[in-house]
């Protein structure tokens, strides 16, 4: 069955005027690769999330590779990740050869402390360092992490990929360890298309994945071209493999664009976040996200009774013209993670358990009152449905 109704997608990036008059401008000005523009972008960051250094990236993956890198991930290394997240918290520890052990998570999808602890009793010095994921925008318990970071050394990588802004007692999620990684893909809760930010404290981490960010050239690419270069500005030398990881001009605007709008935008998630757990938490088949602060709202994902459940909702919201996704498939369950670290499952229960009966509703700023009124009464509806 489907509907004459217009459809509810189940995410949509929130652009306006402005963003369009700083493309334009930046278009203008002749100077489309990495420029003046990231400069701006990489402070005004910095200084919102009280972080002594920013820097822009064409990817959250890549910045997630950069920090690693700098980190000094060497090949047979191991390294802990997330089973519950998306792959690229987990691909680019192979990248550099090292090995991932998967972390079960807990029932707020945030890596399980526990479960860390024990594989640091396992593998000791072995383990060099954690990867945590702010999943959905809901910051992950820091204290317990920073203390198990203090008891066994490693070094500790916040993916913030889904967390932005995200302030907590502590401070923005990103400093709370060695280095904090933002993605600014289409879906995100601020974007410029593709793009990332790194954050970190320390100058020598951050120097070196400033080389690394364009080739492992020993100055920056518009140094070059700029107006304060030199005659003999064209030298340059290459100092190691580098990658190819820059943001362009064009969108670093975007990017200042969307900072400045971040937290009415995430308001805006906020309130539609309300409204959802208001009206569906009487439901009987469904189980509501936690609602903390500490929460930029990025996915709402609620938990289905059964999978039976939860696939006949996705079926009947699809046929209704309202969007869903599902995040995430567990690493485990990949073929590529599964057959190459021989990896089941059902080591990982929590995780298995969360895939199997979850579904992320429609969320984004641009969402009207009637739209988030009809996925609440189509939900309620069927709720009704399956007493
Ligand atoms: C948890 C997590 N980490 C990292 C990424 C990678 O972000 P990007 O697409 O900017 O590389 C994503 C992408 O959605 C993600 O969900």
Not at 89 to 112: H, Q
Not at 141 to 162: R, T, V
């Amino acid at each position: 069955m489907s509907l004459n109704i217009k459809k509810i997608p189940y995410s949509k990036p929130s652009l306006g005027r402005k963003e369009i008059s700083a493309v334009k401008r930046v278009l203008k000005s002749g100077w489309i690769t990495s420029g003046k523009e990231n400069l701006l972008f990489e402070d005004e960051f910095a200084d919102f999330t009280h972080s002594p250094y920013a820097l822009s990236v064409n990817s959250a993956t890549a910045g997630l590779h950069l920090l690693l890198e700098a980190l000094g991930i060497k090949a047979g290394d191991r390294v802990a990740t997330p089973a519950y997240s998306f792959t690229a918290s987990a691909e680019i520890i192979s990248y550099l050869g090292a090995v991932p052990v998967f972390i079960d998570c807990e029932d707020d999808y945030n890596i399980s402390a526990s479960a860390l602890e024990k594989v640091c009793e396992n593998y000791g010095d072995q383990l060099k360092a954690v990867i945590v994921v702010h999943i959905a925008g809901k910051a992950c318990d820091m204290k317990k992490l920073l203390e198990l970071k203090k008891k066994f050394g490693f070094s500790l990588i916040e993916d913030c990929a889904h967390a932005f802004p995200v302030v907590t007692n502590m401070g923005h999620v990103g400093t709370l360890s060695d280095g904090g990684v933002f993605s600014f893909y289409a879906n995100k809760t601020i974007t410029t298309g593709e793009g990332g930010m790194v954050i970190c404290r320390d100058k020598s981490l951050y120097q070196r994945m400033s080389l690394m960010r364009l080739h492992g050239i020993d100055r920056t690419i518009w140094d070059r071209y700029t107006g304060t270069a030199k005659w003999d500005s064209w030298k340059y030398d290459v100092v190691a493999p580098g990658y190819k990881y820059n943001l362009t001009n064009f969108q670093a605007a975007i990017g200042r664009v969307q900072l400045k709008k971040s937290v009415k935008l995430k308001n805006k998630r906020r309130d539609i976040a309300h409204k959802y757990l208001k009206n569906l938490s009487p439901c009987k088949n469904i189980q509501m996200p936690y609602s903390t602060d500490n929460h930029c709202w990025h996915l709402f994902m609620i938990k289905v009774k059964t999978t039976q459940l939860r696939d006949s909702l996705m079926k009947f919201l699809f046929e209704h013209s309202i969007g869903t996704s599902l995040h995430f498939i567990p690493l485990p369950c990949l073929s590529f993670y599964r057959k190459t670290f021989d990896l089941d499952i059902h080591d990982f229960p929590i995780s298995l358990d969360l895939y199997q009966r979850s579904i992320s509703l429609p969320i984004f700023p641009d969402m009207t009152n009637s739209m988030i009124q009809r996925v609440i009464k189509s939900i309620i509806h069927w709720d009704r449905n399956h007493e």
